[in-house]
């Protein structure tokens, strides 16, 4: 692996500092070569296209009601389950591609990258892993403090601690991702002993490129319903909305990328947890 923008001297005692400012930067810097990201990005966000529309199609759409009031239908959970699936499998063929490229080079991906195997499948299940046994584990233990304390200030607090609890171990977990992309032995022991100064940084930086992300969905939104856009073209709104969504998978993978390669290269004495 090479030395990247962020790496440190592994002489350094604190380590990588995982400073957010450059972890943005050299994210987004990485989407100026608009060429690279469009031959990456252009058959997983068409295989995602495809898959919203076949299920579309097929009567299988997500309708929740917001104010919880009616439970959602089996259709409704069928829904979910393979939007998630089609997800899954179309971002984790983007995601190992744009680690590798941002890493190790553009040589490092041929063609389009359109393939799987051994490594794509080991990243799947990773990001499967990541982002429901924590879920679920929180959600027990949520459900635990309810029948104990009920509704009350208690749980309230106990709630927020579990939040996060949850994020924190989330964005360590999520290390695990550019290591299966890299086909590196970077582990979970490494993944959960990373320290929480360095836990905090990375949070903050997802957490910095996530909230704008948001309003610029809801603006777009706004921007696109009131042009009429929605019903017009429906299908290209839609299909915006992907590309935007692509956009911001690239920049959220090469945060956790850059600091992955920061982590390597700067760790002092080969250790992540002194």
């Given at each position: 692996m090479t030395q990247g923008p962020l790496g440190n001297s592994p002489n350094r005692r604190d380590g990588p500092d995982l400073n957010p400012a450059l972890l943005i930067r050299d994210s987004v810097l990485g989407l100026r070569d608009t060429n690279l990201f469009l031959r990456l990005?252009?058959?997983?966000?068409?295989?995602?296209?495809?898959?919203?529309?076949?299920?579309?199609?097929?009567g299988l759409t997500i309708d929740i009601d917001p104010t919880g009031a009616t439970p959602p239908t089996a259709r409704t959970l069928l829904a979910a389950f393979l939007t998630y699936l089609a997800y899954l499998v179309f971002s984790t063929l983007f995601g190992i591609n744009w680690t590798r490229t941002l890493l190790l080079g553009p040589g490092a991906v041929a063609g389009f990258g359109f393939q799987w195997g051994l490594?794509?499948?080991?990243?799947?299940?990773?990001?499967a892993a990541i982002a429901l046994v924590p879920a679920f584990a929180s959600m027990l233990a949520i459900f635990f403090v309810l029948a104990i304390f009920g509704q009350s200030a208690i749980t309230g607090i106990a709630a927020l601690i579990l939040v996060v609890i949850y994020l924190f171990v989330?964005?360590?977990?999520?290390?695990?991702?550019?290591a299966a992309a890299l086909d590196h032995p970077f582990g979970l022991r490494e993944a959960l002993g990373l320290r929480g100064r360095l836990a905090a940084r990375l949070l903050a930086t997802q957490i910095l490129v996530t909230?704008?992300?948001?309003?610029?969905?809801?603006?777009?939104?706004?921007?696109?319903?009131h042009l009429g856009l929605f019903a017009?073209?429906?299908?290209?709104?839609?299909?915006?909305?992907?590309?935007?969504?692509?956009?911001?998978?690239?920049?959220?993978?090469?945060?956790?990328?850059?600091?992955?390669?920061?982590i390597l290269n700067g760790r002092p004495r080969g250790s992540l947890t002194v």
């Amino acid at each position: 692996m090479t030395q990247g923008p962020l790496g440190n001297s592994p002489n350094r005692r604190d380590g990588p500092d995982l400073n957010p400012a450059l972890l943005i930067r050299d994210s987004v810097l990485g989407l100026r070569d608009t060429n690279l990201f469009l031959r990456l990005a252009i058959l997983p966000a068409i295989g995602m296209f495809i898959a919203e529309l076949l299920l579309f199609w097929c009567g299988l759409t997500i309708d929740i009601d917001p104010t919880g009031a009616t439970p959602p239908t089996a259709r409704t959970l069928l829904a979910a389950f393979l939007t998630y699936l089609a997800y899954l499998v179309f971002s984790t063929l983007f995601g190992i591609n744009w680690t590798r490229t941002l890493l190790l080079g553009p040589g490092a991906v041929a063609g389009f990258g359109f393939q799987w195997g051994l490594r794509e499948t080991r990243y799947l299940l990773r990001a499967a892993a990541i982002a429901l046994v924590p879920a679920f584990a929180s959600m027990l233990a949520i459900f635990f403090v309810l029948a104990i304390f009920g509704q009350s200030a208690i749980t309230g607090i106990a709630a927020l601690i579990l939040v996060v609890i949850y994020l924190f171990v989330m964005v360590r977990l999520t290390l695990l991702l550019p290591a299966a992309a890299l086909d590196h032995p970077f582990g979970l022991r490494e993944a959960l002993g990373l320290r929480g100064r360095l836990a905090a940084r990375l949070l903050a930086t997802q957490i910095l490129v996530t909230l704008p992300y948001l309003l610029l969905l809801v603006l777009f939104g706004i921007v696109i319903d009131h042009l009429g856009l929605f019903a017009a073209a429906p299908y290209a709104s839609q299909f915006i909305f992907l590309v935007l969504n692509y956009l911001f998978i690239a920049v959220s993978t090469g945060i956790f990328a850059f600091a992955f390669q920061a982590i390597l290269n700067g760790r002092p004495r080969g250790s992540l947890t002194v």
